[in-house]
């Protein structure tokens, strides 16, 4: 992947701009350097809400749009930070629908998950689940991540 700069307060990022060097991008694991990826940590993270379900599907909306965009576009790396971000919307309203304050552990000690501490976080999370779902399950997105694999060696 691109080269790290450390001169930012919010950790590391790239200093590669990935849509105009697509083929610097790592899929990577999961959410992996969702908070790094520039442009588009930019243009999703301002969008990225899960404080509700009120609030998680106009934020869902909005991402799966700018998904939408990047996909007629043709831009991978975009496409899947989108997923990214869906994915992490899921992923941490569920942490707080599951866990009082979104507290998992304490003083190294994992809590016993809770069902539900949280129920407007449980929404949240399906409605994030559902835009996820629907960009992992788009055709274009898995020919465009294939290709990207393909031309990037990345397994």
Do not use: C
């Amino acid at each position: 992947m691109g080269e790290r700069s450390t001169d930012t307060d919010d950790g590391p990022e790239y200093e590669t701009d990935f849509r105009a060097n697509p083929t610097e991008y790592d899929i990577g694991r999961g959410e992996e350097d969702v908070f790094k990826v520039e442009p588009y940590k930019s243009e999703l993270l301002p969008l990225w809400s899960y404080k509700d379900e009120a609030a998680a599907e106009e934020s869902a909306a909005a991402i799966y749009d700018q998904y939408e965009q990047y996909r007629a576009n043709d831009e991978f790396p975009g496409m899947d930070m989108a997923r990214k971000y869906l994915q992490m919307g899921y992923t941490r309203a569920m942490r707080y629908a599951k866990y009082p304050g979104g507290q998992k552990y304490e003083d190294g000690t994992e809590h016993d998950p809770e069902q539900w501490a949280d129920p407007d976080k449980r929404e949240a999370a399906l409605v994030f689940e559902s835009y996820w779902e629907r960009v992992r399950e788009d055709d274009i997105y898995q020919q465009a991540k294939e290709r990207h694999r393909e031309h990037t060696g990345e397994p």
